[in-house]
């Protein structure tokens, strides 16, 4: 807690070492005002935007390396444990070290809202019911969200093996261990945190405002810039989708598209803009989004290579040569115009800083997803209209409609679309594992097999954590 109180900038870490300074708080202190209750929550969501989280491995970085997303051959000179990753060493040291830290981290955050939660229990009487309600909820997700991601990276696929056992459910705050416990079990924690979240924000701010039509960016993401009864409802969805329940997946996706809380971006009033009013990260499809003004100079040492006053870096990390050809070499599709940069083919998606109108961030859930999720639901299930939903995805994207229209849908159809639109997202990676299909890369084809799709447990978590 103290680490996520640092990092919202109450104190400097340094400053805690002092004796009762006049920036700092203890813990009763912090949370004895409604106030104080807001502050710890800011700090769980400026942990979650750190770079070793979503800042970058969780999105741009370490998952999208593993998803074959940059260029395969020029990863052996530059970012070295980035190009054991690309291999799927786990193994070796540097990767290893990132891995724990994500583990580490991850586990850290969740410590974090269950200590909120703890106080929650003992003050709850003294705050407001509302904002009670609302931090209940907004922690309740995001203990969903982070166990989410966590169970996809360290276990197996829940439909192919379900009993396995997976990573603990932490529920309380203390240093306690948590068992671990089956990935269905945690599956099941999971629904069952979102179902509670849901219930909690179910007078969430967000239902008496229509984020994409204020003017003012910075007030829109008062209700998406951090956790919302929309984005429980979609990362329900993902779930169901990933455990095959196509019915209900496609039930929750419905609901947030038919919300009217959100719009496929407009390509006349975001794209066809002067360049400081640009939406290059189309937030008005946004569902839940994290601010960081560090993600521009992550994602500027990343994809442009460091510069400073002295020294100017050629460790520059590409994308995949075939990146025309992954966007059929259609300058129309708006995501590769403004995404990336002409014959470098560097991601420059968050790093372009002349954007004054949309502060930067990550986008962690958006409503396209929604449409695939409905596609492929419809599609599962047989249903007649699962391309058209694919379709108006598309048409958001590509003005032309003799090249935005797919004529057929199938998985392979799904997948080719999935890497258009999230590239530099950190999705791709667990999609491939969720639908046991081969990683695509210019090269090669990387079978899907646990050796891949599974992380490694921490050394530390091995010999104390508690696994049968």
């Known amino acids: 807690m103290i680490a996520g109180v640092c990092m919202f900038g109450l104190a400097s870490c340094n400053d805690w070492l002092k004796v009762e300074p006049e920036t700092s708080v203890d813990e009763e202190k912090l949370f004895s005002t409604e106030q104080g209750f807001k502050d710890a929550m800011a700090g769980v ?39 054991y990753a690309k291999d799927y060493h786990y193994d070796n040291s540097g990767v290893r070290s990132r891995v724990t830290s994500i583990w580490n981290n991850m586990y850290g955050v969740i410590a974090e809202v269950n200590n909120i939660l703890r106080w929650l229990d003992k003050k709850a009487s003294s705050l407001p019911a509302a904002t009670a309600r609302q931090i209940k909820g907004e922690c309740l997700f995001v203990r969903a969200y982070l166990h989410y991601d966590l169970l996809r990276m360290f276990a197996p696929d829940v439909k192919l093996d379900p009993q396995s056992t997976a990573i603990p459910y932490v529920e309380t705050f203390g240093v306690k261990s948590t068992p671990a416990i089956s990935v269905k079990s945690v599956i099941d924690k999971i629904k ?44 329900l969805a993902r779930v169901l989708l990933d455990e095959g329940q196509y019915e209900e997946s496609l039930r929750s996706a419905g609901n947030v598209i038919q919300s009217g809380k959100f719009r496929l971006v407009d390509i006349n009033s975001s794209i066809n803009v002067q360049p400081d009013s640009l939406d290059i990260l189309f937030n008005d499809e946004h569902i839940f989004s994290l601010r960081n003004k560090e993600i521009l100079t992550n994602a500027r040492n990343l994809h442009l290579g460091k510069v400073t006053q002295t020294t100017s870096s050629g460790a520059a990390l590409p994308l995949t040569t075939d990146i025309n050809d992954l966007f059929d ?50 599609m599962r299930l047989g249903q007649n209209d699962a391309l058209e939903s694919l379709n108006i995805l598309r048409r958001s994207r590509i003005p032309n409609s003799t090249t935005s229209d797919k004529t057929s849908i199938n998985q392979d ?21 969720r639908l046991n299909s081969p990683i695509l890369n210019i090269l090669i084809q990387i079978e899907p097999n646990n050796s891949v799709f599974v992380f ?13």
């Open 45 to 83: 969501y400026a942990d979650m935007s750190s770079a070793n989280l979503y800042g970058q491995e969780l999105t741009f970085g370490l998952l999208d390396v593993l998803a074959q997303v940059y260029d395969y051959e020029t990863m052996a000179t530059v970012y070295h444990e980035y190009h």
């Open 192 to 235: 069952g945190d979102l179902k509670m979240a849901k219930q909690e924000l179910e007078n969430d701010p967000i239902k008496n405002a229509v984020p994409f039509e204020i003017v003012n960016k910075t007030d829109a993401d008062r209700y998406v810039a951090r956790a919302n009864y929309y984005a429980a409802e979609a990362l």
């Open 329 to 378: 070499n259609n300058n129309d599709d708006i995501r590769f115009s403004t995404w990336v940069k002409p014959q470098s083919k560097y991601l420059v998606k968050y790093t372009n800083e002349d954007i004054k109108r949309f502060y930067p961030k990550q986008v962690l859930i958006k409503l396209s997803e929604m449409y695939l999720i409905a596609a492929e639901c419809k």
């Open 413 to 433: 159809v799904l997948i080719a679309e999935m890497r258009r639109e999230f590239i530099g997202e950190g999705q791709l990676f667990y999609e491939y594992k």
């Open 456 to 468: 490694p447990l921490p050394e530390a978590e091995k010999e104390y954590g508690i696994y049968q």
